[in-house]
């Protein structure tokens, strides 16, 4: 994971927001000072109204809502399906020959390309939208749990077996807190794909949400509209980054407690929590 927090001062923060204060100046001068048409590039003051507008007095929220809930069911579904498989592939030769080939070959296929399908098949509703969001999901999740379960240390695992440890055992306190960071980063990947699959499938065809919402706006040359749209897309995949990150910090403890070296961690490493379980178990 990229650890920003070492530049994250005060100082950086302004200056980040000066870049984009100036970014945004300078966009506003080169539209009004060149004349470009609304409907080729909207200057931001007029993209900042139709953001307003779409929320004090029209349906954005209603539409943000529905793509939210969207994004997050297909994200849940997805992740599921591709978790348990990518453990089962994991520790099961079996599952791993008779599955694996159809899956990596399914894998090289563009899966956005099937929601033209996946709407014809499932119609307009959030079905549609759920299912795509889902398909997009699963791949990085099972592919992120297979690499980490399988990069669990081989002398780890030969102690604890010398030791009287279950496969149980190795999976819970060994290989599975070992397989946590690239499990957690496949599903951050996850995320940011489930928001894709689902816009995808909007644009296609929907009775509601963001991608339906720009499709309309595109459709009638409301382009500060759609750039009013594509904030919002932004802000949400924003939110739900942070979310997974801070979901991150709590889940996989001992990467917090490697970084903060002046903090000592209250917590032991799953190395130790191997060690001392399995001394108490004797």
Do not use: C
Request: hydrophobic share 55%; aromatic share 8%.
């Amino acid at each position: 994971m990229l650890d920003l927090a070492s530049v994250d001062t005060p100082r950086n923060r302004l200056l980040s927001v000066l870049l984009l204060a100036g970014l945004l100046v300078s966009w506003e001068v080169v539209i009004r000072v060149f004349g470009i048409a609304p409907f080729i590039l909207p200057a931001p003051s007029a993209v900042a109204q139709a953001l307003w507008r779409g929320f004090a007095n029209g349906p954005f929220l209603q539409h943000t809502l529905t793509t939210v809930a969207e994004v997050l069911l297909g994200f849940i579904f997805g992740s599921a399906v591709g978790l348990v498989l990518g453990v089962g592939i994991a520790l099961n030769r079996h599952i791993a020959y008779f599955v694996y080939p159809y899956i990596v070959m399914f894998l090289s296929m563009p899966k956005v390309a099937l929601a033209p399908l996946i709407v014809l098949w499932f119609g307009l509703g959030i079905t549609s939208k759920i299912v795509t969001a889902a398909l997009v999901t699963f791949f990085p999740v099972m592919v992120n749990t297979i690499a980490g379960l399988n990069a669990a240390d081989r002398d780890g695992i030969d102690l604890i077996r010398s030791l009287g440890g279950t496969e149980r055992q190795i999976f819970t306190m060994l290989r599975l807190p070992a397989a946590l960071p690239m499990i957690v980063a496949g599903l951050e990947i996850a995320m940011t794909l489930s928001l894709i699959g689902t816009v995808v499938a909007e644009l296609i065809g929907a009775e509601q949400g963001l991608g339906m919402l720009m499709q309309s706006m595109n459709f009638s040359m409301d382009t500060a509209g759609v750039f009013s749209i594509l904030i919002v897309l932004a802000i949400v995949g924003l939110v739900l980054n942070q979310a997974l990150k801070s979901a991150r910090r709590r889940m996989i403890f001992w990467e917090n407690a490697g970084r903060a070296s002046s903090t000592p961690s209250r917590r032991a490493s799953p190395a130790t929590e191997v060690e001392n379980t399995l001394a108490v178990s004797r």
